[in-house]
């Protein structure tokens, strides 16, 4: 009977809190911690014939806060994969760990990179990591998370490194509430319904030619997350996308358009 009155006490108490504005909370000397694993494979169509570039991260990340909006957050572990017509790439993480970023978190979720470390260049070959914070949370509404709310935003970013390096990017973002949810240890949550549509443009000079390569890529993306609206906290999101388009490759009065697609899946778990 204990367990029967639980039960019929979540929604209850669901309701009281999707009743309540959601916020992100980062509480003083409190350390949030998640596990992120992505797979991905890109393929590229070179007259020459079909090569295929796989690729895997599997990384423990800690937040708390600093002061204000703004947290700062690292890698506690980082392990990262590159399978190509090379070969395999693997390479050690040691010095890219605990590094620390600064991020300016909204409570509605929107997030800035003030700082981002300087990785090491082997680490940097496989995977921008500086960009680990640009699509990481759900923006939550500016309303409750009641059952079958919708709300949507629009993250871009922009970055020039040196000409002609440049990185652009745009995610429109749409939600919907499905559910209340009780997660491992009791937790009330909230399972919302999460789809963008992807753009990406990125330029730069190839290594050790007079080529700059302009890769351009968009497609879709679906999945979902769960946020606990009492502790304030995203506790878990999964997410598949496919997207496609091409490199564009210029140098030395010539130019060669090679189509592309690029697919991952990821998972994202607090712990």
């Known amino acids: 009977m204990r367990e029967l009155g639980a039960l019929a006490f979540l929604p209850a108490l669901a309701m009281t809190l999707g009743a309540q504005q959601p916020r992100y909370q980062f509480a003083a000397r409190d350390t949030v911690r998640y596990q992120e694993i992505t797979e991905s494979r890109i393929e590229l169509r070179p007259p020459r014939g079909p090569?295929?570039?796989?690729?895997?991260?599997?990384?423990?990340?800690a937040a708390s806060a600093e002061r204000g909006d703004t947290i700062r957050?690292?890698?506690?572990?980082?392990?990262?994969?590159?399978?190509?017509?090379?070969?395999e790439s693997r390479p050690s993480t040691d010095a890219a760990l605990r590094l620390p970023f600064r991020l300016v978190i909204t409570p509605s979720g929107h997030v800035s990179t003030a700082a981002a470390p300087l990785f090491p260049a082997e680490v940097a070959s496989i995977t921008d990591l500086?960009?680990?914070?640009?699509?990481?949370f759900i923006a939550l509404p500016s309303s409750a998370l009641r059952p079958e709310a919708i709300w949507a935003d629009t993250v871009t970013n922009s970055t020039v490194v040196s000409s002609p390096d440049s990185f652009e990017s745009r995610h429109i973002r749409r939600y919907r509430v499905l559910r209340d949810t009780l997660v491992a240890g009791g937790i009330v949550a909230v399972l919302i319904a999460v789809e963008q549509e992807i753009a990406f443009h990125y330029r730069s000079p190839m290594k050790n030619a007079p080529v700059v390569i302009d890769t351009r890529l968009e497609g879709h993306e679906t999945g979902t997350a769960v946020f606990a609206a009492a502790s304030g906290r995203m506790l878990s999101r999964v997410r598949r996308?496919?997207?496609?388009?091409?490199?564009?490759?210029?140098?030395?009065?010539?130019?060669m358009t090679v189509p592309m697609t690029y697919d991952y899946s990821s998972t994202l778990s607090a712990r």
């Open 51 to 61: 090569v295929a570039i796989t690729s895997s991260h599997d990384a423990k990340i």
């Open 73 to 87: 957050a690292w890698y506690e572990s980082l392990v990262l994969s590159s399978v190509g017509p090379q070969g």
């Open 130 to 136: 500086t960009r680990q914070f640009e699509d990481f």
């Open 241 to 255: 996308g496919q997207l496609s388009g091409a490199q564009v490759l210029r140098g030395e009065g010539r130019e």
